[in-house]
């Protein structure tokens, strides 16, 4: 009985933060499985993580679409090009040794944090126009319209990889996602925030169908899920009502701070097993 309220309290912080910055909170909570659940296999842990992932992300989709804040265009088109990467890293997380797969995180991680707070990722910049790039005007639910254009082969190309990092790591990829649409796009933040998550929906739940055929998403694992999604379903829409008050900027802090922490937890459990 205390495990499982653990694990509803802690679907709750995860749903909520997660849904703030976009990231589904699998980044919290696969380092969170890796200590909770040492005998654990990477494969089980990452079908956990994607399972409440995907919960998640549609609860916090729905919040953030009566916000208007969803480019589901974008989202589309990004979701459909990550398909290949997500199973590809769904069927590859079962050939990664534990000690390695803990040790890749935590540097990808601590890479991600780096390039999350390096120089002026918000900077304004004017729309691309030219052959291949795409050109949104959006506007959202208090009337407000933003103008921002993308080169669609780099859109593709980072979904593409960051299918195969989500289902790797089992971390649903707004981790990664998140910073780069914001910094390589110039997506407006809250837009890049409410798509990933919009994305990661079609992600996780791809990588969970693929987990749930390979039998590594058993009975236990459903469990778990089931415990952590009744307080992260709720959490997601906490989430979604908290972003409307948070700056950007801040946004991009809070990501950076949390994954310095964990990055480093798990390299150090990667080299002196600690």
């Known amino acids: 009985m205390l495990e499982l309220a653990g694990l509803v309290l802690l679907g709750l912080v995860i749903g909520t933060y997660g849904t703030i910055i976009g990231a589904g909170g699998g980044f919290v909570l696969v380092p969170a499985l890796l200590m909770l659940y040492p005998d654990s296999e990477p494969e089980e842990v990452t079908a956990v993580s994607l399972g409440v992932v995907f919960l998640s992300a549609l609860s916090g989709s729905a919040g953030y679409g009566r916000q208007r804040w969803i ?46 707070l390096w120089g002026r990722p918000l900077a304004i910049r004017e729309p691309l126009r030219g052959r291949g790039i795409i050109r949104r005007i959006v506007s959202d639910a208090e009337g407000r319209q933003y103008v921002y254009a993308y080169r669609i082969w780099q859109g593709l190309t980072l979904s593409l990889g960051i299918g195969v990092i989500s289902s790797l790591f089992g971390i649903g990829g707004g981790v990664i996602h998140v910073p780069a649409m914001i910094m390589l796009l110039h997506i407006p933040v809250q837009f890049a925030v409410a798509t990933s ?38 959490g997601a829409q906490l989430g979604a009502r908290l972003a409307q008050r948070i700056k950007g900027r801040s946004v991009l802090i809070l990501l950076a701070s949390a994954i310095v922490v964990l990055g480093f937890r798990l390299l150090l459990k990667a080299v002196a097993d600690v």
């Open 71 to 116: 480019d589901y265009k974008t989202g589309l088109l990004f979701a459909v090009a990550s398909a290949p990467g997500v199973v590809a890293g769904a069927l590859l997380v079962q050939f990664v040794p534990e000690r390695l797969f803990t040790g890749l995180f935590g540097v990808m991680l601590l890479g991600v944090a780096v390039v999350s």
């Open 197 to 234: 998550l919009f994305v990661l929906a079609f992600m996780s739940g791809g990588a969970s169908v693929i987990h749930l055929t390979t039998g590594t998403l058993g009975g236990d694992e459903a469990a778990k899920i089931a415990a952590l999604a009744v307080g992260a379903v709720p």
